[in-house]
């Protein structure tokens, strides 16, 4: 078995590349049907007895069979005799014989009295198979197989199959490819991981290699679990069963850490549990390693490595089942998809060890695998919603932060103004005043020609004194006397006061109004915002030009809307409304909407545009609405 094993993994290479590409690979053509043998005899070993010759077939034999196979060593036992009798296989050019699953670490195989194959091994894994060539006989043959075992458990689990050798040997690989290459995947998958850890940023990068270490040690246990490894690398077979001791070693404190990670450690003790274990599970790996070079006190390290680390990964998977149902219940997703993952795998590992202790301990286990997959899946699909939530969390921030930068520095400017408005105004308007009453002095007895240039004169002082007036409204926009207004009464008003300008630019004004629509304002401030953004719509509008003012009430709030079909405004027009001095007119001063603004906000109102270039502008303006009870005095001060 030892020699040329090298060849044949070549050939099982081969034979896995197939068994890939077309999934049952064709068998080669039997020449005549396989045979079966699910019935044989066993005989026990005693632990004494050291002969290696085949007992007599007037002993003391058990009948036995494959669907209720004795496998579990009685007290004083080390193995046994298994006996069975094999039709004659001269249709065979080749025959050979398949046992595809036993418990043993020594199998000798005799074909009457003669040994013709030998597997002996020295580490502890007791899941063994085994292929033989058989020399072609007419009649029937007996056949003997010694199996020797150190464990508590030794025999044969399937039937024997007799068959073309060519066919044996595919099929003894066969069977178990499909365990390899999912341990293979695994593994593969968390090297891959691994690799893309570095584009991760490091608070992610954590949760992710511990991920990486989860796939890791359950591919390679997966891999470990297969007899293939031990049959073709016999000599690595101790590093093998190291390299399983150590993979579960290393999954259980990265399982803890990755769900850790997930429960954003608001489990203290859980924490502490996780830290716990990690430091059981170091010194495990360091005992394992001491056993292994000794081999001595073999019951000592069963209980420290076996006993107490399996009551603490029960342990474990209680808290973890627990919490995650508890974080369920508080709504979070993720911990839903947890849990479900991980009640999934334990109830495929419970039903294993059901089905395992079901019959006699005689069941290979093989639902875990299925566990293992939905676990790593869930895993997965954990770590990339949280990593797509950290994503779409920093996208909302940087915009966030966006907007309040630019309100920030909006607030900035306008404080700057204000200040300086309300220091210069006072100053600027007396001199003004009494320059102006001069002029209008000097202007009732002009020298003929320079009668308008007093008249120019005038009009720009007076354009300076609407200047200073709206920097005095917008330093000092604290609205005093509020009364309660109806909204419809105030519209009317304005419209009054607004047709004739609109009429000479040869526009229409529209007024659409409901009743009653009360809310708490000043009423001359209010009339200023208003005249501000009506005079906006004249200066847009051209011939044909329309304004439409619709005042009503909607969702406690009273809305009035102004639609012009003017010049409109593009979206960065839009952004830089209000802003200081900002005009598109060569004689606009760009502070009309800027002492519009702070008058609404000073009224708890609010205000919004939505324009489109050549189509028109419509603002739409909200105030708090009032239900007016008769009893409310009608003036209040705040
Ligand atoms: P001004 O009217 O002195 O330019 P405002 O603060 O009143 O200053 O308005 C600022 C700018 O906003 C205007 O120059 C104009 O470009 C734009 N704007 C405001 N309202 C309208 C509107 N109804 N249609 C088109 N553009 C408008
Ligand atoms: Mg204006």
Known sequence: MKSGYGLLVLRYLAALVMFVLFMPPPLAHAASNPIEIREWQIQWIPTEEVSNTAPSTTGLWLNNSAGNPLTVLPEGKRGMWVHLTIPPTSTWQRPGLLADRLYGHEVYIYQENQLIYESKRDFAFDLNKFMVQLSPSPNPTNLYI????????????????????????DRFVIKDLPDLFLGFSIVFLALIMFICSGYLHRRQRSSWISLCLIALS?????????????????????????????????LIPSFNYYIDQ?????FAFFTKFRHLQAGYSAFCVIALFIYTANKQNYEVYYFFLNVIMSALILLQFLFIIILSIVVALRGNKNAVILSVGIILFILSGTFDLIFYYLSHKTYVLYLWKFGIIILIASLVIILARRISNDYTKIVTYSKELEFYNHRLQRTEKMKIISDLAASVAHEVRNPLQVTRGFLQLLATNPIENNKQYFALAINELDRASDIITDFLTFAKPEIEAVTLLDLAVEMKKIEAMMTPLVSIQGGVLLLTTQDKLFFYGNPSKLKQAFINIIKNSIEAIREDGMIKLEASSEAGEVIVRIIDNGEGMNEDEIVKLGVPFFSTKSKGTGLGLMVTFRIIEAMKGTIEFRSNKAVGTEVIIRFPQVIQDKSLPNELHI
């Open 146 to 169: 010694q199996i020797i075992s150190i464990s508590e458990r030794a025999g044969l689990l399937s039937g024997i199959r007799i068959d073309d050798f060519n066919d044996i040997s």
């Open 262 to 266: 997930m429960f954003e450690g608001q």
């Open 218 to 250: 359950l591919g390679s246990l997966v891999i470990l679990y297969s007899p293939l490894p031990y049959i073709y690398f016999e000599d690595y077979g101790v590093i093998m069963l190291l390299l399983f001791d150590m993979s579960l070693f290393l």
